[in-house]
């Protein structure tokens, strides 16, 4: 069995193509010290943000370690993506029981999982602490940006418009599926386990938040329980209308009135998408290249979410969204 | 039972005395949103740490759960220190069993320990996540230190001397009492058990180093791994006198020889410490107020590390240091 140091220099360990010395702005002494050193970028405030994943409650312990080792970053890459900043430094805890430590092909295949996601979103993984235990991951993900210039939640304001991107709810599509509930077929099952083992944290337009919104949160926990946590610090609540979601899961599959229902709940409720949900001033009219964005409902002054259909009437969604202690 | 975010909120979340707005270095925006905003010192770099602490592989699952707080943030201060940084800002991962997220002093006990290990060295808590699993805490910890005069574990030179501060093997001690393997007495119990639950990060002496220290490491696998730590990234050697470092304990109990052995091994070998492992160069005299500071040898030109016992002789020690792994 490898021990731990062997671990973090066989698997954690790269090469540091950007190390920097002096006032240059990166990383200065990456993973082997007590600490890593990283220069910050001057006049940028730094976006701090951590996630912890554990097996049985985030995930199926035997899902691919590639996929693991890669969505364990991307989560994280979203709520930075969230505040309009961008990813620069990251630091990974891992507990592994002792037949995954010594499993070569797993751990090999998390740090690809785990790179990939860090390469392509141009994050260095600067620090880790490796350990045995029950399966789980933590990620601490520090970003930059200008300051004064991040995306809160706090901002929304009565009359802003409401929007979200791509189509929420495959994520929790794809787990519907892997647990029977659904039975997807092709192409839609393909998109719905994509979202659901390979989330697209939407750093492209987190950065352009900056230029027109005005709050922004990422979906992690579903569409109306992240939008309550937009109104609860902005202090407003919100109107949505039914059809305008309903219409947001591109899926092909002949629905069922069971199925249709499923479907609108996982849109509305469903977790684990990380696509970006954010307010504008009423008349923008915001775009990012190759990402569908959609307009939900406004801004209200009344406290609450007012969720109505197509008539008109008021519905009571059945979930908001998830809470591990729920 | 209370939801995930009541647990963040209730516990975990404090009103910011140093919040700050625009150039000002400080916290801009604390836990609460999808990331926290802080602005780091200029002319300064960012020192990254992080450690994941496990029930069953680092701690009882019984220990306090105010010590727990204490300790899951003092390991990391303990990094920090080490490379002449001072501690600024933490992040939190919690994973509950449900027993225990349902356990408000449990929750609040831990929460008082941790702002305790806080308040004692300037930290804010930034950021956090909460989830349900089995008992394990992640602590991410960003210091600064004035860009270029942070201290490294690369920087011993043949002919500097050696020197730990304080009396490394009492945390050690302290678990071999708790696990029946020596019968501790007063004053030496209190002291040992403190040195294990609620460990004093060396953070002055950390601070002392950059004036002084050649190479650094805090003693969290034992003072022979970690000082091999130090040896391997300066590509040296280094040898030790036994007696130097037997005197270490000021443990006034009656020694059979098996305990004798037992604290000669734990002093050597020991995990859990915090204590500080540095070179000076050879003629430095380094002082910290209140902390003992012993000389334990040279480094040398000659690869490996070399233990003598007062007579000359070379001694193998049984036990290098703790290794999750190994």
Chains 1, 2 share one sequence.
Not at 27 to 49: K, M, S
Not at 235 to 256: E, M
Not at 287 to 302: K, S, W
């Amino acid at each position: 069995v490898a021990t731990e140091f062997d671990l973090i220099a066989r698997y954690f360990t790269r090469a540091l193509p950007g190390a920097v010395t002096g006032v240059e702005a990166g990383v200065v002494l990456g993973v082997g010290d007590d600490a890593a050193l990283v220069n910050p970028r001057a006049g940028h405030e730094l976006a701090i943000t951590t996630d912890l994943l554990v097996a049985g409650t985030h995930f199926f312990p035997d899902t691919s370690p590639a996929d693991l080792g890669w969505k364990t970053l991307a989560v994280n890459v979203s709520d930075i993506a969230a505040m309009g900043a961008s990813p620069r430094w990251a630091t990974l805890g891992l507990a592994l029981p002792a037949h995954i430590a010594a499993d070569e092909a797993w751990l090999s295949a998390f740090a690809d999982g785990f790179f990939a996601c860090a390469d392509a979103y141009d994050i260095e993984l600067v620090g880790g602490d490796t350990t045995r235990g029950p399966l789980a991951f933590s990620v601490t993900l520090i970003g930059e940006a200008p300051a004064g210039r991040a995306v809160r939640r706090s901002g929304a304001q009565v009359g802003d418009a409401i929007w979200v991107s791509g189509t929420p709810g495959r994520a929790a599509l794809g787990l519907a599926h892997l647990q029977g509930r659904i039975a997807l077929t092709e192409p839609d099952l393909t998109q719905c386990l994509a979202a659901l083992h390979r989330p697209q944290p939407r750093l492209a337009l987190g950065l352009a938040l900056r230029e027109f919104a005005t709050a922004a949160i990422d979906i992690s926990d579903g569409l109306l329980a992240d939008l309550g946590h937009i109104l609860a610090r902005s202090g407003c609540g919100a109107a949505l209308t039914v059809p305008d979601i309903a219409v947001l899961p591109a899926l092909t599959f002949a629905q069922s009135l069971a199925d249709a229902s499923l479907v609108q709940a996982c849109s509305l409720s469903g977790g684990d998408d990380y696509e970006l949900l954010f307010t504008t001033p009423p008349d923008c009219r915001p775009t990012c290249e190759g990402l569908p964005l959609t307009r939900l409902g406004t801004i209200t002054a009344q406290a609450g979410l007012i969720v109505r259909d197509a008539h008109g009437a008021r519905i009571t969604p059945t979930r908001f969204g998830y809470d591990h202690f729920g």
